[in-house]
Each structure stands twice: as structure tokens, then as C-alpha cells.
């Protein structure tokens, strides 16, 4: 069994920084992709970033230059520091992990249970 568990979230006011945190654990023979997703009250989940394991990093247009995404390959996490932050960042953010749970099986898709982010005054 596989889990991702995120952490860091809350309530922060408008120009302020929050740091992501999401550890994968338990049967984990490789993590390829790794990234965070989004999701406001009436929309669509929407990508934040992807990180690649080779630390190849890929941003919505809406986070450039705010947000940083990065990777501890070693203990399987990813995190996601946001600073700057604006009202249209409220979510709830989701990890994502793309994990083979053996040498020969195949990728599968994982995800967090979401963090609740709020940006407001």
C-alpha cells in the first residue's frame, strides 16, 4: 500500500508564504513524476507544478516566479513553497506521485488527501 500524506496548509493574508510539504510512504520501489494540484470551490483541479526525479520542473503560468517546487528523492517528498501569495490562490492542494511499487510493474498514479490553503485578510 502506498500513501501520501500532506501537510503545511492554513489560512495566510494576501503577500504572505506557505510551505507544502507531502512524504510518500510504504511499498515504493521508485517514484518517477511528482507534483501539486489545485482545486477552488466550483472549478476544475488545475496543475500547480511538476517536478521530474531528475529535478526537470514545470509551473503553471498562474505561479511563475511565486511558486518553487523541489524534491528530496531520499525520503520520498515533495514540497511546494509559495510566496506572494494572492486570494486566487485559495484551494484545496492536492500531491500527485507517479510510483512503481516493484522493479517490473509499471507506474501508477497516486494522491494526497489535500491541504486546505486560504488566502485572506
Known amino acids: 500500500q502506498v500513501q501520501l500524506v500532506e501537510s503545511g496548509g492554513g489560512l495566510v493574508q494576501p503577500g504572505g508564504s506557505l510551505r507544502l510539504s507531502c512524504a510518500a510512504s510504504g511499498s515504493i520501489f521508485s517514484i518517477n513524476a511528482m507534483g501539486w494540484y489545485r482545486q477552488a470551490p466550483g472549478k476544475q483541479r488545475e496543475l500547480v507544478a511538476t517536478?521530474?526525479?531528475?529535478?526537470?520542473?514545470n509551473y503553471a503560468d498562474s505561479v511563475k516566479g511565486r511558486f518553487t517546487i523541489s524534491r528530496d528523492n531520499a525520503k520520498n517528498t515533495v514540497y511546494l513553497q509559495m510566496n506572494s501569495l494572492k486570494p486566487e490562490d485559495t484551494a484545496v492542494y492536492y500531491c500527485?506521485?507517479?510510483?512503481?511499487?516493484?522493479?517490473?510493474?509499471?507506474?501508477?498514479?497516486?494522491w494526497g488527501q489535500g491541504t486546505q490553503v486560504t488566502v485572506s485578510s
Open positions: 500527485n506521485a507517479d510510483i512503481r511499487r516493484t522493479g517490473w510493474g509499471r507506474f501508477y498514479s497516486y
Open positions: 517536478i521530474t526525479s531528475g529535478g526537470s520542473t
